[in-house]
């Protein structure tokens, strides 16, 4: 079981990171509601961030360049 503790600690890394990426919580949220494919991206990455216990500073460096190689094709 979860604790209020821990859940406050995952719902404030995606707040923290979905404001870095200028990305609105209702609507983020409300597309993955619907499937939409990029918001189910960056909820996987940042999942996966969380899970791997990055700390802010990682994860918002991470996230930029996951997004950016991915949406941007960069190699």
């Known amino acids: 079981m979860v604790s209020i503790e821990e859940d406050q600690r995952h ?3 995606y707040i923290e990171l979905l ?3 200028h990305l609105k919580f209702d609507q983020f949220f409300m597309g993955l509601a619907d499937e939409q ?3 189910m991206i960056i ?3 940042i999942e996966e ?3 791997e216990g990055k700390t802010m500073q990682e994860a918002k ?6 997004r950016h190689h991915r949406f941007l094709k960069l190699k």
């Open 61 to 66: 460096k991470i996230l930029f360049i996951k």
């Open 37 to 39: 494919g990029y918001e």
């Open 11 to 13: 719902f404030s890394f």
């Open 49 to 51: 961030l969380y899970i």
């Open 19 to 21: 404001k870095t990426l």
């Open 43 to 45: 909820q996987q990455w």
